[in-house]
């Protein structure tokens, strides 16, 4: 949209295992495919980072963990540099999956980087902490929660994830998000963005209490949910103005695919915010598609079942998008 700041959201960006062993044979921003150029042109990019980011630390074995992403940092974080990436969601059940020691290597790296974060940190009270970002002359306040894996959870003098029930229906996570979004306003920003890591993998449609969920966020003041973790894309439901993005599937990865359910198939949600006050007004959904290990626009037979997917999941909340080009357009 002209005159309008872009921001990007991204599914989950996960750099380990086969995407990183393929990342010594080719240049680093090949990950980003043909997509490359726009993500670079958009004014603020947000995304989920599924993997620590380190070369030391050990498998976590202190509870049953089928797999563990663990990106190289010698090429991830400049491959992060040069598409833009201005804040990554770390509140995740992946970040721990090398041990503390990982965890904190991955928050060095992208302070050193200047990539701000939220969702980890040495104590609970860091890892609960929104962070603040400028993008295209906008404040933005982004904090990060997670309801999976509560045995990666920060605890009061050590290091972890921002773990809390997604449920409004729980006090103790009414009273920390409260007091999130209170730290939040403090630097009276422009826009609210919550990163919510939830739910089951490979489910189509978030259940009621995560729905109640998000929207008591947007009552309470957040401006954009930013929801990931099902591996595949759900709807798209815009409440008293706000969009809520309940899932938003996988952006780059190595994972075998669902034939059905087809997780190597999502977007790149942009949502186009009013340059004064930073009000959503536009959300812009291209279709993407994971292979060879990069992110890439989508084939033609790849976009048009996600566009009608998309569709079909969001018409549930009352959501209906128009076509424009390749991709869905939502007025907000």
């Known amino acids: ?14 750099l380990g295992r086969l995407v990183d062993d393929r990342q010594r044979y080719r240049p680093t921003h090949a990950i980003w495919g043909d997509l490359f150029e726009r993500l670079r042109a958009l004014d603020g990019l947000f ?20 797999f563990h992403f663990r990106a190289n940092p010698e090429w991830a974080i400049e491959a992060l540099c040069e598409v833009g990436v201005d804040w990554t969601s770390l509140a995740n059940n992946h970040l721990m999956d090398y041990g503390d020691r990982a965890l904190l290597d991955t928050v060095h790296a992208l302070t050193d980087a200047g990539i701000a974060y939220s969702g980890v940190g040495e104590s609970l009270a860091a890892a609960r902490e929104p962070s603040l970002v400028t993008v295209g002359g906008l ?28 449920d409004p229906d729980d006090e103790e996570t009414r009273t920390a998000t409260r007091e999130i979004l209170d730290r939040a306003e403090t ?49 798209v439901e815009v409440y008293r103005g706000a969009p809520i993005l309940y899932d938003t599937g996988d952006f780059v990865d190595d994972y075998a695919v669902d034939a059905r359910l087809h997780n190597d198939r999502s977007f790149l949600f942009e949502l186009a915010l009013d340059p004064e006050d930073g ?3 536009e959300l812009r959904l291209l279709p993407t598609e994971i292979y060879e290990f990069s992110v890439h626009e989508a084939t033609e037979t790849a976009a048009s079942w996600s566009r009608k997917r998309m569709r079909s999941l969001s018409e549930a909340f009352g959501t209906e998008f128009e076509r424009e080009g390749e991709a869905l357009v939502l007025a907000l």
Not at 47 to 66: A, F, I, K
Not at 139 to 158: I, Q, R
Request: net charge negative; charged share 20%.
């Open 139 to 166: 404040d933005v306040a982004l904090f990060s929660l997670t309801d999976n894996t509560p045995e990666f959870a920060a605890g009061e003098k050590s290091p972890g994830t921002a773990y809390l029930p997604c």
């Open 47 to 66: 995304v989920n980072l599924e993997c620590c980011v380190s070369d030391r630390g050990q498998e976590w074995r202190e509870t049953y963990r089928p």
């Open 279 to 281: 009000t959503p007004v």
């Open 187 to 235: 630097h009276d920003p422009d826009l609210v963005v919550a990163s919510l890591h939830w739910g089951p993998n490979m489910v189509e449609q978030p259940d009621e209490t995560r729905q109640r969920f998000a929207r008591w966020l947007v009552e309470e003041g957040v401006d954009v949910v930013y929801g990931h973790s099902a591996h595949v894309f759900q709807g």
């Open 1 to 14: 949209m002209n005159d309008s700041v872009n921001v990007g959201f991204t599914g989950d960006v996960m």
